[in-house]
């Protein structure tokens, strides 16, 4: 009986030791697709916060300008072009898996026939793994 019981102990030990390796689920870095749903037509140029920690990104096709500023807890990005619903910008991340972190905040809303502000309600940019 006790050599059974050993059996089992180097069985279950040899399992575990099997299923001990990369589960996939620690950090992985990628591309997180942001996606603008505007409320208006003939938008021109939108500046953006997004929170999380970003590696660098590139414009959307849409975009015919851009450029952003990373800071330590957040990144500011200017897009300008004929802005409409769908992708403004991809972030390289350093985890995707981490994808609740990150938040995009539209602070100002420009129209492009004549540059005047808009208000920003009603604006959304939500973020999604390419």
């Known amino acids: 009986m006790r050599a059974l019981r050993s059996l089992a102990l180097v069985a279950a ?18 591309v997180l697709r942001l996606t603008l749903n505007t409320p208006n037509s003939g938008d021109g140029a939108l500046l953006f916060r997004i929170t999380g920690d ?14 952003y500023t990373v800071a330590d807890t957040f990144t500011r990005i200017v ?9 403004v910008a991809y972030l390289y991340v350093p985890d995707i898996h981490d994808l609740s972190s990150y938040v995009a905040t539209v602070e100002q ?19 999604a793994v390419e």
């Not at 897009?79 to 992708?87: R, S, Y």
């Not at 809303?109 to 959304?124: E, F, I, L, M, P």
């Open 54 to 67: 970003v590696d660098s990104i590139a414009k959307g096709v849409m975009v015919q300008d851009g450029s």
């Open 109 to 127: 809303a420009a129209v492009k026939a004549t540059n005047a502000q808009r208000s920003v309600a009603g604006y959304t940019i939500t973020a």
């Open 13 to 30: 030990t040899l399992l575990v030791a099997g299923c001990s390796g990369d589960s996939g689920t620690g950090p992985q870095a990628g």
């Open 79 to 87: 897009v300008a072009g004929d802005l409409t619903d769908g992708p």
